[in-house]
């Protein structure tokens, strides 16, 4: 852990209202940290500078989520999964395979005995279902709301942070003893405090948009590995499928230019014909892509989560399910805390944390940056290897497992499941949760 130098640049006062816990950023991940910690008995802040149905809101976007098997079982046990269940499409099955290539390899739930290998839910959806438990009033279940109100800037004290917000235009300065930063990829937290990241750049953006296809597959998803990128299309409700088309950045304003029917057939060229025509485009949004890995996600009474920890490639949808993860970790901690009296902020209980996520966090930073790159690389062996791998995948049953566990947010080798994780609940000590 570390010792972030004081880095504000104007003198805070005396903080006014004192919490065990400041959420700063209520979006997909910070958001359903609050939901999950309702009812634990500690006093929380939760600050979100953009209304949850607002347009502008960064996080409850129209980006689509695929969500693994685990995920769900941890949106179950901080009660999310009811208002998003009927949005959300279940994937039955994967096929992964190369364009120009011979190789392929499926992935089915019924070799994996569940009921599903993940979900595909709309961004917007989620923060419906987060507001929905939140509610509109200040204080829910023991989590007091500050939206949109906005972290201009903070103070180390001995025992504690002093946080200067914006709220409705009138300055407030709150006091926490723990600061947990949910506050996206480009971090305000992170910044201020000075805290240093490991960049890695793509070159590459995603356009995500949604088709219809005459020829649809029923909950199945595709991942198909180009020379510029991954391309994702992920099975929706209403026979819509979301597009997660990875671009050399030096195409993307040229293809967000085409007209429907010309960005239409450039799809289909690169995907092909396994859901027959591709037709009823949706809107274009481009995301540029990079790989951000704070270095020091938890520090003197701060945890870093969700993209502020870790802004991962969308190849294999890991992002959100990582910072599910996370916050599934730490809400247990929490609650752990407030049960027995220990500090929210203290050093043992962040220690504990950082041991339960760091191999999780690294795993899947290296995953993601490996198949980001792997496929991208037209050199003609590696193309061979890269088929013959896929061929390989699919007739081993073990590698297959494998592949689906890490998929399914199940993997083994991730460090101790939470709870939540293991679909049991977190036990807090007073009511309103599950809503
Ligand atoms: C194209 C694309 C596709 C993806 N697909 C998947 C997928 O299929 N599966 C998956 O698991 N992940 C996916 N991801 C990743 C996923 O979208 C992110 O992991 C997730 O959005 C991270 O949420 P977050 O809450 O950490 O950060 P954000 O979504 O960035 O939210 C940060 C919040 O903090 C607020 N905020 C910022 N600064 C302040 C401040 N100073 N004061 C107050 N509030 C502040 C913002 O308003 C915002 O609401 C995808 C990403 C992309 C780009």
Redesign the pocket.
């Known amino acids: 852990m570390i010792s972030e130098p004081d880095t504000h640049h104007s003198p805070l006062t005396t903080g006014h209202c004192s919490y065990d816990l400041v959420i ?8 359903s940290l609050a939901c999950a910690l309702r009812g634990s008995g500690l006093r929380v802040c939760s ?4 209304a949850a149905d607002a347009p502008a ?4 976007d129209e ?6 098997f685990g ?1 769900r079982r941890i949106l179950e046990g901080i009660g999310l999964w009811g208002v998003i269940a009927p949005g959300a499409e279940a994937i039955h099955r994967i096929h992964v395979s190369q364009r120009g290539g011979f190789g392929f390899a499926h992935l089915d739930r019924a070799e994996q005995g569940v009921e599903a290998l993940g979900y ?1 839910a709309p ?1 917007r959806l989620m923060g419906t279902a987060i507001r929905g438990i939140l509610g509109a009033e200040a204080t829910v279940g023991g989590i007091e709301q500050l939206c949109p ?4 800037g903070l103070r180390r004290r001995p025992d504690g942070i002093d946080l200067e ?1 914006s709220v409705a235009g009138a300055s407030r300065t709150l006091n926490t003893r723990l600061l947990v930063a ?8 992170r910044r201020r405090l000075g805290l240093t990241v490991r960049e890695r750049l793509y070159g590459q953006d ?1 356009i ?1 948009t949604t088709v219809s296809a005459d020829r649809p597959q029923p909950n199945t998803a595709y991942e198909r590995f180009t020379d510029s990128g991954p391309l ?1 299309m ?1 099975p929706m409700t209403q026979g819509r499928w979301s597009v ?1 088309w990875t671009t050399l950045e030096a195409d993307t304003q040229g293809l967000l230019g085409l007209s429907e029917a010309a960005f239409l057939a450039r799809l289909q060229e690169r995907f092909g014909y396994r859901l027959g025509g591709l037709s009823r485009l949706g809107r274009r949004v481009a ?1 540029p ?1 990079r790989q951000v890995m704070a270095r020091e996600p938890v520090g003197e009474r701060l945890v870093l ?4 920890a870790h ?2 490639h ?1 190849v294999a ?7 599910l993860r996370d916050l599934a970790a730490l809400a247990e901690v929490l609650v752990e805390a407030a049960r027995t009296g220990a500090d929210p902020g203290g050093r043992a209980l962040l220690a504990e944390y950082e041991a339960l996520r760091g191999r999780d966090q690294a795993d899947a930073a290296r995953v993601t940056d490996t198949l980001a790159r792997l496929f991208v690389n037209p050199w003609g062996p590696l193309r061979l290897a890269r088929d013959l791998g896929l061929v390989g995948l699919d007739l081993v049953p073990g590698a297959r497992r494998a592949l689906a566990r890490r998929f399914m947010g199940l993997a083994s080798h991730a460090g101790r499941p939470s709870r939540l994780a293991r679909g049991l609940s977190l036990g807090q000590s007073s009511g309103g949760r599950h809503g």
Request: no cysteine; glycine share 18%; net charge negative.
């Open positions: 700063v950023g209520g979006g997909l991940v910070g958001g600050i979100e500078a953009v809101q960064p996080s409850y980006r689509v989520i695929a969500l693994s995920s595909v961004a109100a906005r972290l201009l917000v949910a506050d996206g990829g480009d971090s305000f937290v995603a995500i994702a992920l997660v995301y892509l989560i969700g993209n502020a802004t991962l969308p949808g890991q992002g959100f399910n990582l910072g």
